[in-house]
């Protein structure tokens, strides 16, 4: 009766190590995963900046072009509530700075 009791308490305890032996396991896969994850993120936001950077410089460049051959200028004829209209369907909504 001793044996068997002792027996279910090895057995328990030993399952219980294997349990949290493979908790263990999964945790530091997960903190892995995590970690592929920031620098995946961190990847992105830093091509996403590179991008954003691309656009305004083209939009500005843009800009200036339209300036320079008077188109600009040209928009300002144009009545004040297709103004609007113009300015977004040439340049895009304007950016907030």
């Known amino acids: 009766m001793v044996a068997q009791g ?3 308490a090895l057995r328990t305890a ?3 190590r294997v349990a949290s032996s493979n908790l263990l396991a999964r945790v530091a896969a ?3 995963e995590v970690t592929g994850w920031r620098n995946r993120v961190t990847a992105l ?3 996403a900046a590179e991008w954003r950077s691309r656009y305004f410089n083209l ?3 843009l ?3 339209l300036q320079r051959f ?3 200028r040209l928009a300002r004829l144009t009545p ?4 609007r209209f113009v300015r977004n369907r040439m340049l895009g909504p304007k950016r907030q700075s």
Do not use: C, N, V, Y
Not at 80 to 83: A, E, K, N, Q, Y
């Open 30 to 32: 997960l903190e892995t």
């Open 14 to 16: 030993f399952r219980r």
């Open 59 to 61: 939009r500005s460049r």
């Open 45 to 47: 936001e830093a091509e």
């Open 80 to 83: 004040p509530p297709l103004r």
């Open 63 to 65: 800009e200036a072009i």
């Open 70 to 72: 008077g188109i600009l």
């Open 6 to 8: 002792q027996r279910d």
